[in-house]
């Protein structure tokens, strides 16, 4: 569908979000120009998964074939009580009828680029932003580093957690990042070697693991064998930390660390940020927005960072098919703004929530969240994901929450 009203938009920051905006927003006319600090795609992440709602939005954008290709089906979900050596309770899932998509953070990034580039997106590498200056003309002049200029209609800051849009946005207000306590390993094995050894290979291929513990916790996901996983990852975080840190966890995974580190694969040490929240989400008369990391860093325990900037670029783009003059631009987006923002940071909240159930200490409020979690959506039978209806009031962890 083409948009009626057509605008000259730079993105500036081409990760996950923003090339989702890119390519929806090109496919329906804008002319798209994005700004990348890189020299080129980065390939550092993890794996992730696509939520359901996000799945349709890339669906909508025409890479619903390159995302199964990159995706791995998940037979069965697992919940461990951290000590135990094998699991309280199993999901199965319905094979080939799951719509999340477990998958890695690298090729999320490249099939919407891939989809923007061939929807006539322009992208421009090695462009950091220095200014962003209100023109009398009504459009916004961006200002790179290296002194090349950009006039648009609208600027979409995409450019994560440490936003520079977002900084000239809110010039005299500190912006930048907070670092939490909290920190993930991420670790990467040859599946062969985990199913040779026979302590870890209880884990299985095909399956996904959630172990909760007192004070942390542990997800293990460990995809089919032609998986096709494109991200490399720098490894810098220390062995015998991560053997420490859970050396009181069941013998499954405890094989399976030793598998890592014996075998001297990389493992990932990321220190958790959050970026402060905004009273609004615009700036510069209501033509600059942000999306994505840049304005609403999700924690990791909600598995839903991505997947809320894939829905932002998405829904931003349906709200520009809404004008029918080029005034309008201000009231559509915080039409946008009023229809995102609270459900971001319901998201965000449940983030901090979800870290409070899942490292209980063992004891009544720890045996009181297993039955919970028995009652509402782990319940050993398989979830249809198309036929689950979507309510973001249902309790967490069920099957309508997450969708």
């Known amino acids: 569908m083409t948009s009626e009203v057509l605008f000259t938009i730079l993105i500036v920051g081409a990760g996950p979000s923003g090339n989702t905006a890119a390519a929806a927003l090109a496919s329906d006319g804008h002319q798209v120009t994005v700004l990348e600090r890189n020299s080129q795609l980065q390939t550092r992440g993890g794996n992730l998964i696509v939520q359901p709602s996000a799945v349709k939005c890339l669906n909508l954008i025409g890479v619903s074939e390159s995302l199964d290709k990159v995706s791995v089906e998940t037979a069965s979900e697992f919940l461990w009580r951290w000590k135990d050596d094998v699991p309280f309770t199993e999901t199965k899932a319905i094979p080939d009828g799951t719509i999340r998509k477990p998958t890695d953070r690298s090729s999320l990034q490249r099939i919407p680029y891939e989809a923007a580039i061939n929807a006539g997106a322009k992208y421009l590498f090695k ?60 670790t990467e094995v040859d599946i062969v070697r985990v199913q040779q050894d026979p302590v870890a290979a209880p884990l299985g291929v095909c399956s996904h693991h959630l172990m909760f513990g007192p004070g942390l916790y542990c997800v293990v996901w460990l995809p089919s064998e032609d998986a096709d996983l494109g991200g490399t990852w720098n490894s810098d975080g220390n062995p015998e930390e991560i053997r420490e840190m859970f050396k009181g966890f069941g013998a499954p995974l405890r094989a399976y660390i030793e598998c890592v580190i014996r075998g001297g694969y990389p493992i990932d040490k990321w220190h958790i940020a959050t970026a402060p929240k905004m009273r609004t989400w615009l700036g510069f008369g209501g033509r600059c927005v942000l999306l994505g990391d840049a304005a609403h860093t999700m924690l990791p325990h909600t598995a839903q960072g991505v997947s809320q900037g894939i829905e932002d670029g998405l829904a931003l783009s349906t709200a520009l098919r809404w004008l029918n003059t080029r005034e309008n631009l201000s009231a559509i987006l915080e039409k946008w703004e009023a229809l995102r923002k609270p459900h971001a940071e319901k998201m965000f909240d449940v983030g901090h929530k979800n870290i409070v159930m899942f490292t209980l200490p063992d004891g009544p409020e720890q045996e009181a969240r297993d039955q919970k979690l028995l009652a509402t959506g782990f319940t050993g039978q398989p979830t249809d994901w198309e036929s689950i209806q979507m309510d973001e009031n249902a309790p967490r962890m069920t099957p309508q929450y997450t969708k």
Request: net charge negative; with cysteine; proline share 5%.
């Open 127 to 186: 462009k950091s932003v220095a200014k962003i200056i209100d023109e009398q003309s009504g459009q916004l002049l961006v200002v790179a580093e290296d002194g090349s200029e950009y006039v648009a209609d609208m600027v979409i800051g995409a450019d994560g957690i440490k936003s520079r849009v977002r900084e000239l946005m809110f010039p005299g207000q500190d912006m930048s990042p907070t670092m939490t306590p909290e920190c993930i390993f991420q």
